[in-house]
């Protein structure tokens, strides 16, 4: 599975942004999907996640602003992202593979990661 992240930018705290994720080489639909960010000088960290059955989980630090879609017959995940913060800032990725403890665990040990979109948001 390869995976594309895009629709990153620099906007404005309280703005809204969509990334977008496309995945391609296989179907994705018996996949859980999600989103991890990396900001400078920092631990990355989980951000959402959506399982093939469409259950979603989210970090706490974003629960109640972002939303995690998917389309399984476009092979593409959607994360909206609502009432953005500084603390938002960071490099977004894309990440997909079987639902295990290794979202939560050991993300290193996922298998499949796009290459990062940056997400900017400024006081």
């Known amino acids: 599975v390869q995976l594309q992240a895009f629709g990153g930018g620099s906007v404005q705290a309280g703005d809204s942004l969509r990334l977008s994720c496309a995945a391609s080489?296989?179907?994705?639909?018996?996949?859980?999907i999600g989103w991890f960010r990396q900001a400078p000088d920092k631990e990355r960290e989980f951000v959402a996640v959506?399982?093939?059955?469409?259950?979603?989980y989210y970090a706490d630090s974003v629960e109640g602003r972002f939303t995690i879609s998917r389309d399984n017959a476009k092979n593409m995940v959607y994360l909206q992202m609502n009432s953005l913060k500084p603390e938002d800032t960071a490099v977004y990725y894309c990440?997909?593979?079987?639902?295990?403890?290794?979202?939560?665990?050991?993300?290193?040990?996922?298998?499949?990661w796009g290459q990062g979109t940056q997400v900017t948001v400024s006081s």
């Open positions: 080489g296989r179907s994705f639909s018996s996949y859980a």
């Open positions: 990440v997909a593979d079987a639902w295990s403890s290794h979202w939560f665990k050991r993300p290193a040990l996922l298998d499949y």
């Open positions: 959506s399982r093939w059955s469409g259950a979603t």
